[in-house]
């Protein structure tokens, strides 16, 4: 574990008790688009920062899914739904910016939801190495995060939010992460598109 994520861990080991309540007004909006991102998936899928597992029933049954996360509390929770999902899961308890249980070039995609956007940026680079090494040369990605808008009005709206977002999940608004996938030697961004305003960014790519 990360000195950096030791903070992080103990804010999910709490949150994890409450997040499916707390997050339902977003929930909402996101489970229009975890089938659009996760249906069409084959093959084997690491996918980092599971959390409560809402990802899961939205994987096709070839899928062989691998999910990590850094609480033990969040991880609990997503074994609860496991028995949702149509595909095989192993759950590890893990840090994505180590991955001391991952083996290298195994997998064909890697996918987070919100994890970025929680993650440190000093933290994301190594998180980034890891989604290359464990990679299948060729193999893909796909993150959702979400940004700052440039929009004014959305922009205020987020400030409402910037205090408690902070200090209930760890999230921030203006994380660098397409900058770090930019300039990671061996992963490429391949596209970019927003899922709603300009701030729940899809990024999209694949190890060269
Ligand atoms: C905002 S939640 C998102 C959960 C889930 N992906 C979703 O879409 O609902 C972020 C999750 O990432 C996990 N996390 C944060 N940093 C991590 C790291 N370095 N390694 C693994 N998991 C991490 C947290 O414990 C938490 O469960």
Same mark, same amino acid.
């Given at each position: ?78 074994? $609860? ?9 192993? #759950?590890?308890?893990?840090? +994505? *910016?180590?991955?001391?249980? /991952? ?63 902070? $200090? ?9 992460? #397409?900058?770090?996938?930019? +300039? *990671?030697?061996?992963?490429? /961004? ?19």
């Amino acid at each position: 574990m990360r000195e950096e994520n030791l903070s992080l861990r103990a804010k999910y080991n709490i949150t994890a008790l409450f997040y499916d309540i707390l997050d339902y007004p977003w929930e909402r909006v996101y489970r229009k688009w975890r089938p659009e991102i996760l249906g069409n998936l084959r093959g084997k899928v690491l996918e980092a920062g599971v959390g409560t597992g809402r990802n899961f029933q939205h994987y096709h049954e070839s899928v062989e899914l691998t999910g990590l996360d850094l609480s033990h509390v969040m991880l609990r929770k997503a074994g $609860k739904k496991v028995k949702n999902a149509k595909c095989k899961i192993e #759950l590890l308890h893990d840090d +994505a *910016s180590i991955m001391h249980l /991952v083996d290298s070039n195994q997998y064909d995609w890697v996918i987070s939801t919100f994890l970025c956007c929680v993650m440190p940026d000093e933290v994301q680079p190594h998180a980034l190495e890891q989604f290359s090494r464990v990679l299948k040369p060729g193999g893909k990605f796909k993150l959702l995060e979400m940004i700052y808008s440039r929009d004014k009005k959305i922009r205020q709206r987020q400030d409402l939010f910037t205090g408690f977002v902070e $200090k209930v999940y760890g999230a921030r608004f203006d994380r660098h992460t #397409l900058d770090f996938i930019n +300039a *990671s030697p061996d992963l490429e /961004v391949t596209s970019t598109r927003f899922l709603k305003d300009d701030v729940y960014l899809l990024i999209e790519g694949q190890k060269n």
